[in-house]
């Protein structure tokens, strides 16, 4: 059974400041996302990672794939308030996605 | 707006009444899933078609759930008779089945059983 494992579960911390999130999955995978949940609303995909090796940037946020060590990371930098929100991994495998329970991330101004 | 559309936004109802969902996915993709969130947790899987045909369901989905996808584009959810236990947000997604299966997802149904 596939299970993907995230921590921390909740991080708060102050802006300006670099913290990396951790997502480690169970066994083989097709592909692996990043989704970003604000509260009360749907998911917004930020990342997809195809394979070993692979590092993906937008803005503050880099995110890269392990997939002998089943390690993805999410790295913010330089925070800021506007990146406040819950931050979900997600494995893909035969067709379906099975996410993490999400790293909530709160920014101090 | 051409990404994917719930109906409706929120649904409350008493325990034991059935309800029922919509999902209108982006109008190209041939794959939708639905999946159920709870409070605090990661979106959990529930079903999934491909066109018309249901490929796959979680042990999560109990007899009292049911989804169709008649013609292959619109979805529906039902639940029978509900609990409070199926409170939730449950959401719909749409990809193509082409390449990597990125899903797109919308805006969900969050439901209350009282």
């Known amino acids: 059974e596939l299970k993907v494992e995230q921590n921390p579960l909740f991080l708060s911390m102050q802006e300006g400041k670099n913290y990396t999130i951790y997502c480690n999955y169970s066994?083989?995978?097709?592909?692996l996302y990043w989704y970003r949940q604000d509260p009360g609303k749907s998911l917004e995909s930020l990342f997809v990672?195809?394979?070993?090796?692979a590092v993906k940037q937008e803005g503050r946020l880099m995110a890269s794939l392990d997939t002998k060590a089943r390690l993805s990371t999410l790295h913010i930098t330089a925070a800021v308030h506007d990146l406040s929100a819950t931050y979900f991994c997600a494995v893909e495998r035969d067709d379906k996605i099975i996410f993490g329970k999400g790293t909530r991330l709160h920014i101090l101004p | 707006d051409t990404g994917v559309s719930q109906d409706p936004r929120h649904k409350i109802t008493k325990r034991g009444q059935n309800v029922t969902f919509r999902c209108d996915p982006i109008s190209e993709h041939n794959r939708l899933y639905w999946y159920r969130q709870t409070l605090g947790q990661g979106p959990e899987f529930l079903t999934y078609f491909q066109n018309e045909a249901q490929l796959e369901k979680s042990r999560l989905l109990s007899d009292r759930f049911s989804a169709e996808r008649p013609k292959g584009s619109f979805s529906t959810l039902e639940i029978q008779h509900t609990e409070q236990g199926d409170s939730a947000m449950y959401l719909c997604?749409?990809?193509?089945?082409?390449?990597?299966?990125?899903?797109?997802f919308g805006p969900g149904t969050r439901l209350t059983v009282l």
């Open positions: 066994t083989t995978s097709d592909r």
């Open positions: 997604a749409s990809s193509l089945a082409l390449g990597y299966n990125e899903q797109f």
């Open positions: 990672l195809l394979s070993n090796g």
